[in-house]
């Protein structure tokens, strides 16, 4: 005896998981949004120091990811120490 009403809840689920995800960006536009080049992008992802996402052969970025990145690499500035004029 099957059940329709369970696959069709499944596909429901599924549905609301696959629209729970993040929209993610492409390289090119990080690499604009961040002014660098594609290269230096790839160079930051090859060094692990930036985070992304691989989806088969493609590398993606979670923008809020990035933002959180972004001000993780803030430095702040510390007080004078003397005037030079």
């Known amino acids: 005896m099957s059940r329709p009403a369970e696959s069709s809840t499944c596909a429901n689920d599924s549905a609301t998981k696959m629209s729970a995800l993040p929209e993610l960006v492409r390289l090119n536009e990080v690499a604009k949004a961040l002014c660098v080049t594609e290269r230096h992008l790839r160079r930051l992802i090859a060094e692990r120091r930036i985070p992304f996402v691989k989806v088969g052969y493609f ?3 979670d923008p809020d990811e990035i933002a959180r990145w972004v001000a993780a690499q803030r430095v702040e500035v ?6 030079r004029r």
Do not use: L, N
Not at 78 to 83: K, L
């Open 59 to 61: 590398i993606r970025f």
């Open 78 to 83: 510390q007080g004078q120490r003397g005037r």
